[in-house]
């Protein structure tokens, strides 16, 4: 098991299922800068006029680091010969997707998706769905930006083989890589024919007064094939064991998404894609994204549908993952800063009286880190990030907003809640330091509550001198002892 929060956070960026980079965008920066010095608006123009600044921009991204699935998906045996082979893998057609990934960044785009083309090691082109984020902090200086990259290359083949000729049709379906499945919706739509003969007009005030009519409407569906990759994707032996199980792939919270499908097809929507949730046989969730279509010649009866269905759980898995770094601090688990001040401002909005508000400082942080090492430093920070969350309330928000500054936001609390919590803390700072060595875990706290009229804002910065008032009573004392 790792040791510490690093540790934790760097084995879920090695070892995720999806290839993750973290690279430098500085040297893109400052050739922006550079641009707008020289008084370039026209940026698309600009492109149109100097192609080479493209390759020159693309040179100028530094890969700082790169996780096991990546050097997988490139062919790579290591990261040095990942890192000393770049110009391999961002070339050609990567032109295409990275001018406009440059135009995002030039108008002051902080994230991206788009699909594109990288190579291979082995000089093998890559169909990828790219998404990166420039990290917070780095706003200013781009210096940080994590990097998701998909492998979609066996979905734009089927893609591409889907718009071949009828002929083709049968083998593709059977040997493609993303789960295909023909239906027969007619049953559905002499349904739907029965309840507008009845003069329903509006099905999703419908569903909503007979929301057990969603997983009738499901029952309703009749599936005539699936391919091998379907199989395989649920954890079926044959597609008889997987068409008679339906009733285990299609539930729970696959309803939310198929009543949308429901409204969608009510209001003779016949294509459309979207993003769900199916079930495996063994139970297991499958986040899904899902592209639906009623096939030719088929609008009046819904006799022939045709669905496809890629599993994008792991990509899912990482934009989870990115949404947690935007909101979190990765020494000690709590929120960040940004994530502290969107909350304050939210609650400012919608107040409802009182709100009570905690600042906590470290003491004797810089002693600690000078005289035994930032290791030492770090290990307090880590204790206090502890004591904290052994001292709240499920209402509670913790944050960590500077080197040794945390706050902790009470909704619904008032002073004398405010007062009791000071006092938890304190205790469990002492039971905090029987369990650990020297360094003694000291903290200086100040709380305050709000008062209709005054900020949030106001309120955090009385939290704050309070704060500052019990830590010049700490250094008194400490001077006095000696």
């Given at each position: 098991m790792p040791n510490s929060n690093e540790d934790?956070?760097?084995?879920?960026?090695?070892?995720?299922?999806?290839s993750l980079w973290e690279e430098d965008y500085s040297g893109i920066k400052q050739f922006f800068d550079e641009l707008r010095t020289r008084r370039v608006t026209d940026f698309a123009r600009y492109l149109d006029d100097h192609p080479a600044d493209v390759?020159?921009?693309?040179?100028?991204?530094?890969?700082?680091?790169?996780?096991?699935?990546?050097?997988?998906?490139?062919?790579?045996?290591?990261?040095?010969?990942?890192?000393?082979?770049l110009h391999r893998i961002f070339r050609n057609q990567m032109r295409i997707h990275f001018r406009s990934e440059l135009a995002a960044?030039?108008?002051?785009?902080?994230?991206?998706?788009?699909?594109?083309?990288?190579?291979?090691?082995?000089?093998?082109?890559?169909?990828?769905?790219?998404?990166?984020?420039?990290l917070p902090g780095s706003e200013n200086s781009w210096r940080?930006?994590?990097?998701?990259?998909?492998?979609?290359?066996?979905?734009?083949?089927?893609?591409?083989?889907?718009?071949?000729?009828?002929?083709?049709?049968?083998?593709?379906?059977?040997?493609?890589?993303?789960?295909?499945?023909e239906e027969d919706y007619s049953a559905l739509k002499n349904y739907f024919d029965s309840l507008k003969s009845q003069g329903i007009t509006d099905f999703q005030v419908y569903i909503q007064e007979h929301p057990e009519a969603v997983l009738e409407c499901a029952k309703l569906i009749k599936v005539l094939n699936v391919n091998q990759k379907t199989l395989q994707m649920f954890g079926a032996d044959t597609q008889e064991q997987l068409i008679s199980n339906t009733d285990k792939?299609?539930?729970?919270?696959?309803?939310?998404?198929?009543?949308?499908?429901?409204?969608?097809?009510?209001?003779?929507?016949?294509?459309?894609?979207?993003?769900?949730?199916?079930?495996?046989?063994?139970?297991?969730p499958i986040q899904i994204h899902l592209d639906f279509r009623v096939m030719p010649g088929h609008e009046q009866d819904f006799g022939w549908v045709m669905v496809a269905?890629?599993?994008?759980?792991?990509?899912?898995?990482a934009e989870d993952y990115l949404r947690y770094l935007g909101t979190h601090d990765v020494m000690t688990g709590l929120?960040?800063?940004?994530?502290?001040?969107?909350?304050?401002?939210r609650l400012d909005v919608n107040r409802r009286e009182p709100i009570s508000l905690m600042v906590i400082d470290l003491n004797g942080l810089k002693a600690a880190n000078d005289n035994l090492g930032h290791q030492a430093g770090d290990n307090l920070i880590r204790r206090t990030a502890e004591v904290i969350k052994a001292g709240l309330d499920e209402s509670h928000l913790p944050a960590r907003i500077g080197g040794d500054e945390f706050v902790i936001i009470m909704p619904d609390a008032d002073a004398h809640a405010a007062n009791d919590m000071t006092e938890r803390i304190r205790s469990l700072v002492i039971v905090n330091n029987k369990f650990y060595r020297d360094p003694e875990l000291s903290l200086s706290v100040g709380v305050a509550t709000s008062q209709p009229g005054i900020s949030l804002e106001k309120v955090v910065s009385v939290a704050d001198n309070s704060m500052y008032d019990n830590k010049a009573q700490y250094y008194r004392r400490r001077q006095s002892d000696q």
């Open positions: 934790h956070f760097h084995m879920l960026f090695q070892y995720a299922p999806i390759d020159a921009c693309m040179q100028a991204i530094q890969v700082i680091d790169i996780n096991l699935e990546t050097m997988k998906m490139f062919g790579a045996r290591s990261k040095e010969e990942f890192l000393t082979n960044l030039w108008n002051g785009e902080f994230e991206w998706s788009g699909e594109g083309v990288n190579y291979t090691l082995a000089d093998e082109a890559l169909d990828i769905l790219l998404h990166w984020r420039i940080h930006v994590l990097v998701t990259i998909e492998n979609i290359t066996a979905r734009k083949q089927a893609e591409r083989e889907l718009s071949s000729s009828q002929a083709r049709f049968r083998n593709m379906f059977a040997a493609s890589p993303i789960s295909l499945w792939i299609f539930r729970d919270n696959m309803s939310e998404h198929f009543a949308q499908e429901l409204t969608d097809l009510w209001n003779n929507k016949l294509a459309y894609e979207r993003e769900g949730v199916n079930y495996s046989l063994n139970g297991e269905i890629q599993d994008i759980t792991a990509r899912k898995k929120y960040n800063r940004a994530y502290f001040d969107e909350t304050l401002r």
